[in-house]
């Protein structure tokens, strides 16, 4: 008995020891919980809370507005105090930003009102002056979320044109309140700018949310939740009618910009981390600089809905094009959006360790619509282009008759959300796509005689083409006239011309010996490829 004492009890004080050290961590959790909770072990860090409020409370910075606005709108508090017959600021939430219907200068149309440097970034002077490329996009309220990822990849100045009629820009209102508040690179280095049509003025309304905590982690969500809340049926309804003025938008944008390079994807075009700055870098240099109307393409790619993330580099975009999660930007729906881009051998090399030049780009096929960056001098979009349709590739159809030269880099890209379907298109989308086919058809012999141009020199040789069949059985258009780039693409070497290409291998395994196919229609897949060949000119 005495043995069996002896044994049991160091096992129970090992038992205790135990029990006291766990009761004391817990007591430390309680205790280190309550002080945090209190707010007394918080860190100031610039990193904003998780949940933030949207109150109306924003104080007035313009002594001369009319009581009606002043009285409706929170821009415009009536919380203020006067000195010596001039209105001092108490405090104010989002600075310097006025919006006074009354004022605004009007579009070449007088069809819409432009209000320039809604809010400015706290940086944006800095950032401005310090950056050789500034990215310019444009948007309707719907997907202000996109800017928070915006400013999130691009460091340096971004310039928003934001379509703000009637009470979309309360919409407006709460999101840059809710972007500012919770993202401070959203507060720092992007500026907004206001349009709206003439007839559907800016309209402020009161909506029951300052009880309200929005997700700072949310930034989606938190935009569909204040559309819902704050969009009517009417407006809704109206603005499906209604032609968005893109390229008066794109143009806003781009004049907010004070950088000597413009960038100008639209605002789900997403970059990809690093470029920015290998970007200001590579325009900085005298080579670059030299050259005044050099266009530099950056590629954009749909990526699958279901990737939590995009690809942070090249090369884990091509591990996601051979997985088929990735493909190119309006391959389904519009495939000349990026055909003369010659992206099948963009793909084929291997990602650098410096942004360069790839190749060099001498053709031009019809309805291209690279993204690029340029010197600001670069055309202007043609305003005329409202709604659907012939936007960005009139602009770029102008750069290619004043004889820009066309420059592939090597690393960079940008991502969108989602493959896009060929869907069925509602009757004013038909519509507005019908309309500006007319005015483009006008605006090429425009700008031919502009520059004094011939159009034979500047138009793609056309020839038919054998009519084929896709691998789901669906016609590609056989028969009618398929645009033949020439000359063919050179890749930045001494040579001046394309390595041999390992397609050329593939092409020999799949044709049958002899060189010639099989009876009857050949295989889809050798179809492509030969179509392929025949572009490039391997």
Same mark, same amino acid.
Request: some cysteine; aromatic content about 10%.
């Given at each position: 008995?005495?043995?069996?004492?002896?044994?049991?009890?160091?096992?129970?004080?090992?038992?205790?020891?135990?029990? @006291?050290?766990?009761?004391?961590?817990?007591?430390?959790?309680?205790?280190?919980?309550?002080?945090?909770?209190?707010?007394?072990?918080?860190?100031?860090?610039?990193?904003?809370?998780?949940?933030?409020?949207?109150?109306?409370?924003?104080?007035?910075?313009?002594?001369?507005?009319?009581?009606?606005?002043?009285?409706?709108?929170?821009?415009?508090?009536?919380?203020?105090?006067?000195?010596?017959?001039?209105?001092?600021?108490?405090?104010?939430?989002?600075?310097?930003?006025?919006?006074?219907?009354?004022?605004?200068?009007?579009?070449?149309?007088?069809?819409?009102?432009?209000?320039?440097?809604?809010?400015?970034?706290?940086?944006?002077?800095?950032?401005?002056?310090?950056?050789?490329?500034?990215?310019?996009?444009?948007?309707?309220?719907?997907?202000?979320?996109?800017?928070?990822?915006?400013?999130?990849?691009?460091?340096?100045?971004?310039?928003?044109?934001?379509?703000?009629?009637?009470?979309?820009?309360?919409?407006?209102?709460?999101?840059?309140?809710?972007?500012?508040?919770?993202?401070?690179?959203?507060?720092?280095?992007?500026?907004?700018?206001?349009?709206?049509?003439?007839?559907?003025?800016?309209?402020?309304?009161?909506?029951?949310?300052?009880?309200?905590?929005?997700?700072?982690?949310?930034?989606?969500?938190?935009?569909?939740?204040?559309?819902?809340?704050?969009?009517?049926?009417?407006?809704?309804?109206?603005?499906?009618?209604?032609?968005?003025?893109?390229?008066?938008?794109?143009?806003?944008?781009?004049?907010?910009?004070?950088?000597?390079?413009?960038?100008?994807?639209?605002?789900?075009?997403?970059?990809?981390?690093?470029?920015?700055?290998?970007?200001?870098?590579?325009?900085?240099?005298?080579?670059?600089?030299?050259?005044?109307?050099?266009?530099?393409?950056?590629?954009?790619?749909?990526?699958?809905?279901?990737?939590?993330?995009?690809?942070?580099?090249?090369?884990? @975009?091509?591990?996601?094009?051979?997985?088929?999660?990735?493909?190119?930007?309006?391959?389904?729906?519009?495939?000349?959006?990026?055909?003369?881009?010659?992206?099948?051998?963009?793909?084929?090399?291997?990602?650098?360790?410096?942004?360069?030049?790839?190749?060099?780009?001498?053709?031009?096929?019809?309805?291209?619509?690279?993204?690029?960056?340029?010197?600001?001098?670069?055309?202007?979009?043609?305003?005329?282009?409202?709604?659907?349709?012939?936007?960005?590739?009139?602009?770029?159809?102008?750069?290619?008759?004043?004889?820009?030269?066309?420059?592939?880099?090597?690393?960079?890209?940008?991502?969108?959300?989602?493959?896009?379907?060929?869907?069925?298109?509602?009757?004013?989308?038909?519509?507005?796509?019908?309309?500006?086919?007319?005015?483009?058809?006008?605006?090429?012999?425009?700008?031919?005689?502009?520059?004094?141009?011939?159009?034979?020199?500047?138009?793609?040789?056309?020839?038919?083409?054998?009519?084929?069949?896709?691998?789901?059985?669906?016609?590609?258009?056989?028969?009618?006239?398929?645009?033949?780039?020439?000359?063919?693409?050179?890749?930045?070497?001494?040579?001046?011309?394309?390595?041999?290409?390992?397609?050329?291998?593939?092409?020999?395994?799949?044709?049958?010996?002899?060189?010639?196919?099989?009876?009857?229609?050949?295989?889809?897949?050798?179809?492509?490829?030969?179509?392929?060949?025949?572009? @490039?000119?391997?």
């Amino acid at each position: 008995m005495r043995k069996f004492e002896v044994s049991f009890n160091p096992i129970m004080g090992i038992t205790r020891k135990f029990f @006291l050290i766990n009761l004391g961590i817990i007591f430390f959790n309680v205790i280190f919980s309550m002080l945090v909770h209190l707010g007394l072990l918080t860190y100031r860090s610039p990193v904003r809370e998780r949940y933030v409020q949207l109150s109306d409370r924003i104080l007035i910075n313009d002594p001369q507005l009319p009581d009606e606005v002043r009285e409706n709108d929170p821009f415009f508090s009536m919380n203020e105090t006067t000195w010596g017959g001039s209105v001092c600021q108490n405090q104010t939430d989002l600075r310097s930003l006025t919006l006074n219907p009354n004022r605004g200068l009007l579009d070449k149309t007088r069809s819409f009102k432009i209000h320039s440097y809604t809010v400015t970034g706290d940086n944006w002077s800095e950032t401005s002056a310090s950056w050789h490329v500034c990215l310019s996009t444009q948007t309707s309220v719907d997907l202000m979320f996109w800017i928070k990822k915006q400013a999130e990849m691009w460091e340096g100045p971004l310039s928003v044109a934001l379509f703000t009629p009637d009470v979309d820009y309360t919409i407006a209102v709460k999101m840059i309140k809710y972007l500012q508040t919770c993202f401070p690179e959203v507060q720092g280095r992007v500026t907004f700018h206001m349009v709206y049509p003439r007839d559907l003025p800016p309209k402020y309304i009161q909506i029951d949310d300052d009880h309200l905590e929005y997700d700072c982690g949310q930034p989606e969500s938190v935009n569909k939740e204040i559309l819902k809340k704050v969009r009517t049926p009417e407006l809704q309804e109206h603005m499906k009618k209604s032609p968005y003025p893109q390229n008066l938008l794109r143009n806003i944008a781009r004049e907010g910009c004070h950088s000597e390079y413009s960038f100008t994807p639209d605002v789900d075009m997403i970059s990809v981390p690093g470029i920015s700055k290998q970007l200001d870098s590579f325009v900085a240099r005298n080579s670059t600089r030299n050259c005044s109307k050099c266009a530099f393409i950056i590629p954009t790619y749909e990526i699958h809905s279901r990737m939590t993330k995009n690809p942070q580099n090249k090369r884990e @975009l091509k591990s996601l094009l051979r997985k088929r999660k990735a493909q190119r930007f309006h391959l389904r729906v519009f495939s000349p959006n990026q055909a003369n881009s010659k992206l099948q051998f963009w793909e084929t090399k291997p990602m650098a360790e410096t942004l360069e030049v790839l190749y060099n780009i001498t053709t031009w096929q019809n309805y291209w619509e690279p993204i690029y960056v340029a010197k600001a001098t670069v055309p202007f979009y043609d305003e005329r282009f409202v709604g659907y349709g012939f936007t960005r590739n009139s602009q770029v159809f102008e750069m290619h008759v004043s004889d820009y030269t066309w420059h592939m880099l090597n690393n960079a890209f940008l991502c969108h959300r989602g493959f896009q379907v060929n869907k069925k298109k509602d009757v004013t989308r038909r519509e507005q796509i019908k309309t500006n086919c007319e005015l483009y058809k006008a605006f090429r012999r425009e700008i031919y005689a502009r520059y004094g141009k011939n159009a034979e020199d500047y138009e793609p040789k056309k020839r038919k083409m054998p009519k084929t069949k896709t691998e789901d059985g669906a016609g590609d258009g056989g028969g009618e006239d398929q645009v033949v780039s020439s000359p063919t693409v050179h890749e930045q070497n001494p040579g001046g011309s394309l390595p041999s290409s390992p397609i050329q291998v593939v092409v020999k395994s799949l044709t049958p010996r002899g060189g010639h196919p099989p009876q009857g229609r050949e295989p889809p897949m050798l179809t492509k490829i030969r179509e392929a060949l025949q572009n @490039l000119k391997l």
